[in-house]
């Protein structure tokens, strides 16, 4: 079965730095990868996905993932963190075989001004 | 992309009344629905899925007849909390995955409904 592990609950950076979420994952077919964004009070919002196609994926907000197979990770990174960008982030993976999304933990992300 | 509203986004009730919340899908046809309980500061636990037309598939632990959930359409699910008690306070989250093109791969969620009952 498959399984997703995020590395750090909580992430905190100042306002304009690098964003570095982790994001392992398990899976014994080859894997579809989402991160998904919770706002307070709110649903998920894909932010990007990665479907077999190229390996590093972009996303809205400036975000991107890189899929790694010798790593088996899926990284979320934005170049400059910015106040808005506060919020719970998911990674997910999910299985054709097993027909439903797997989530991780979650990270919160914190930007300090 | 892909939009999936829920009804209501809060509802606070008594206990031992029931509740029921609404999942559409607004701009697709959605063959496979999730439902989605969420703990203060926590992940995201699968309830149920529900395929249209067939009778949803529970995760364990999850009781089905206290937690109904209807797929009668391609746009719409419906999860009812029968005689709702306060440890059933939480956040529901519906999602919906289409089954033609990029929707096939991706779930699309809802904006939650916060239920509290007293």
């Known amino acids: 079965a498959q399984s997703v592990t995020q590395l750090g609950s909580h992430v905190s950076v100042s306002e304009g730095a690098l964003v570095l979420l982790r994001c392992n994952y398990s899976?014994?077919?080859?894997?579809?990868l989402f991160w998904y964004v919770q706002y307070p009070n709110q649903g998920l919002q894909l932010l990007l996905k990665y479907t077999s196609a190229a390996t590093l994926v972009k996303g809205i907000n400036d975000f991107e993932a890189e899929f790694k197979k010798s790593e088996t990770s899926f990284h979320l990174t934005k170049p400059s963190a910015h106040m808005s960008d506060a919020a719970e982030y998911f990674c997910a993976v999910y299985n054709n075989a097993g027909n439903m999304l797997t989530f991780g933990g979650g990270t919160r992300l914190m930007v300090k001004p | 992309g892909a939009v999936v509203s829920q009804h209501p986004s809060r509802v606070i009730c008594k206990s031992g009344t029931s509740v029921k919340i609404e999942c559409r899908s607004l701009?697709?046809?959605?063959?496979?629905m999730f439902w989605y309980r969420q703990f203060p500061k926590q992940s995201l636990m699968l309830m149920a899925t529900?395929?249209?037309?067939?009778?949803?598939?529970?995760e364990q632990g999850v009781e089905k007849d206290k937690f109904l959930i209807n797929h009668a359409s391609l746009t719409l699910s419906t999860l009812t909390v029968t005689s709702a008690h306060p440890e059933d306070s939480s956040f529901y989250i519906c999602?919906?995955?289409?089954?033609?093109?990029?929707?096939?791969?991706?779930?699309?969620f809802g904006p939650g409904t916060r239920l509290l009952v007293l």
């Open positions: 529900s395929n249209e037309g067939s009778k949803a598939t529970y």
């Open positions: 899976s014994s077919v080859p894997p579809y």
């Open positions: 999602s919906a995955r289409g089954a033609s093109g990029g929707l096939q791969e991706t779930q699309y």
């Open positions: 701009d697709f046809q959605a063959t496979t």
